[in-house]
């Protein structure tokens, strides 16, 4: 078998769709983005796939390593983003090759299906307590929602309590048993991310997340040491050598790598048990689409420290086209009690539509992240 064309496809709201062929007949769909620099990131798929035509799709080990390590530069947002979507499409092949979904050729499952989180705001604030309330009555156990707006190094007292609101009205909407993740998005620097942590305790968050930009991670030794409340990060990090570091400083309870991002299946199965041996837990980001998300899924049902999975449906970004869109059987993604069962079909397990995604192609997007500004005109962290 061998690879003989891809096609990429920009489809709304801010996704990137891959289609790899061969010459069985048997196409392998992935999922290459960056948020906001999609044609960024189809120019490098554009530039890798060069090397894989003509190629057995089957060898996905040496394709990974040819394609990262084979060039003088390596690693960061753009490329390992690339390879993870080309890497999805090869997983994507070989498991409709063999028949079975591409957890089977991991080494099987170790769970059946796992926990899953809706969104509910945060930033700009809404009523976040009443969209908690509605999460729970669609079946979540469990919430993530911004905990601030943007803040300065030093900022007012003033901004944490309001921040502190918000997530007292989430409990007290929600009951006291509800996981609520609380992402501080790298908008936090360590002096006032300390202090956050602290008021947050007595509201026993399920996680922090991202209390300060992965490239000051040596931070979270002194905010480990000033909250009980475990911490999460890893969404902007991109490769085993990056999770390298901050698995071995121990300041970190639970990793966030994107398959989206992080090298795809490949790589995020290898930081997944990289992370087990640190005893760390993983909670995959996925603010994406169903490929995305049915990657995610595939190793989730592999890796015994897997406990919770991000989805989209119903996320502000999805503004006219949601996560089930793309899918010609949404009920590969239904949730019951608070999780979602690993997809069974072979390859991810999906049915991508392909006729919606080239009428939505033609529609594009050009998504791009707002810009902030702090009140004396200094860019804020967004």
Not at 22 to 47: L, Q, S
Not at 206 to 229: G, Q, W
Not at 262 to 282: L, P
Not at 319 to 342: A, C, E, M, R, W
Request: charged content about 25%; some cysteine; overall charge negative.
């Amino acid at each position: 078998m061998k690879i003989t064309s891809f096609e990429l496809f920009q489809v709304p709201p801010r996704w990137l769709f891959l289609k790899i062929e061969t010459d069985e007949g048997i196409i392998g769909w992935g999922e290459p983005i960056v948020e906001g620099r999609a044609a960024t990131v189809k120019a490098c798929v554009e530039e890798l796939m060069g090397y894989l035509i003509g190629k057995d799709p089957l060898r996905i080990e040496d394709h990974w390593n040819v394609m990262y390590r084979s060039g003088f530069y390596r690693g960061g947002p753009i490329i390992m983003s690339a390879i993870a979507g080309i890497d999805q499409a090869l997983w994507d092949i070989k498991g409709k090759f063999f028949g079975t979904p591409i957890y089977q050729l991991l080494g099987g499952a170790c769970r059946e299906s796992i926990r899953v989180y809706s969104w509910i705001g945060g930033d700009r604030p809404i009523d976040v307590g009443l969209a908690a309330k509605e999460a729970v009555e669609n079946g979540f156990t469990a919430v993530k929602m911004n905990g601030t707006e943007e803040l300065q190094y030093i900022d007012s007292y003033e901004k944490i309590d309001k921040a502190v609101e918000r997530i007292a009205a989430v409990r007290e909407a929600a009951g006291d048993y509800l996981g609520i993740g609380i992402d501080f998005h790298g908008r936090v620097h360590k002096p006032m991310a300390k202090i956050l942590a602290k008021e947050l305790e007595p509201f026993r968050p399920m996680f922090i997340e991202e209390p300060v930009l992965p490239e000051n991670n040596e931070a979270l030794r002194d905010i480990a040491n000033a909250t009980c409340i475990p911490i999460a990060t890893g969404e902007r990090m991109f490769s085993r050598w990056d999770f390298k570091n901050l698995l071995q400083d121990g300041y970190v309870d639970i990793i966030q790598p994107d398959l989206s991002h992080a090298g795809g299946i490949t790589e995020c199965k290898k930081i997944f048990s990289m992370a087990e041996a640190y005893d760390v837990a993983v909670a995959p980001h996925c603010p994406l689409g169903p490929i995305a998300l049915a990657a995610c899924l595939q190793v989730d049902a592999t890796a015994h420290n897997a406990f919770i999975q991000e989805q989209s449906l119903g996320i502000h970004y999805n503004q006219g086209n949601d996560l089930l869109d793309y899918v010609k059987d949404p009920t590969v993604f239904s949730y019951n009690d608070g999780h979602v069962f690993i997809p069974q079909g072979p390859g991810l397990g999906i049915d991508v539509d392909e006729e919606f995604v080239r009428k939505m192609a033609k529609l594009g997007h050009d998504w791009k992240n707002p810009v902030w500004r702090h009140k004396d005109g200094s860019i804020a962290e967004w």
